[in-house]
């Protein structure tokens, strides 16, 4: 599942989740784990 609804992609480690929001989500919508699995994904052009 791919959430946009910010600027800022962010990758859950845990389950390979992505959402695009500004900071993220406290819980993967997915997996149920920490947003410390989160990290940011950055976009080479």
Do not use: A, F
């Amino acid at each position: 599942m791919v959430v946009h609804v910010g600027n800022k992609t962010w990758k859950c480690s845990r389950c390979g989740n992505m959402v695009t929001v500004d900071n993220p989500p406290q819980v993967c919508p997915m997996c149920k784990g920490l947003n410390s699995y989160y990290e940011s994904e950055k976009k080479y052009g």
